[in-house]
């Protein structure tokens, strides 16, 4: 179950900065539970972007960059390339389903 | 490097049994990582089965728990899950993925596999 919910889709021209919103309740990123952020690119492995809020994977150009307030969370893209172009899911833990959860998954697109 | 390959049937009759393998290379299963599952259903999102440690202990996503076994063999350095009286709604691919000790991160994962419910 997503619990966590992002935009649907995102778009920005090469070089442009966009930003993926990831918002939550009290019982996932409000209770203090950190927020990581996963690439998802057709044909190949889920790959670890931004873990504990704002840390880049390894890897990870800085071009990527995350943050966290309240029971939201944020990813922004500055530099925006081609290959950024796939989905994009946040991740946190949830108290009270006792589950690890995602996000509803945002597309972004290279126009 | 850490590397997951998951493995296993492509289809499976309903009310039947889904088993599935995730073999770890590149690095020990008998770490202080836990080992989970995660599906992604045909134009869904992301949903977490569950997770294991080498120990064996095991934490079952609530909603999916009655049906689910996750198991680890560490002589192989492998984990598996079986999900049983399966339905189309368990069609999806499956991931394996390594969840970093310390965090709630799940940082290296498998390609996926997809399974078919299907008579």
Partial sequence: ?111 | QVQLQESGPGLVKPSGTLSLTCAVSGGSINSDDWWSWVRQSPGKGLEWIGQIFHSGITNYNPSLSSRVIISVDKFKNQFSLKFSSVTAADTAVYYCARQQSGTTSLDYWGRGTLVTVSS
């Fill in chain 1, 1 to 111: 179950q997503s619990v966590l919910t992002q935009p649907p889709s995102v778009s920005g021209a090469p070089g442009q900065r966009v930003t993926i919103s990831c918002t939550g309740t009290s019982s996932n990123i409000g209770a203090g539970h950190d927020v990581h952020w996963l690439q998802l690119l057709p044909g190949t492995a889920p790959r670890r972007l931004i873990y504990n809020n704002k840390n880049r994977a390894s890897g990870v150009p800085d071009r990527f960059s995350g943050s966290k307030s309240g029971t939201s969370a944020s990813l922004a893209i500055t530099g925006l390339q081609a290959e950024d172009e796939g989905d994009y899911y946040c991740q946190s833990y949830d108290s009270s389903l006792n589950a690890y959860v995602f996000g509803t998954g945002t597309k972004v697109t290279v126009l």
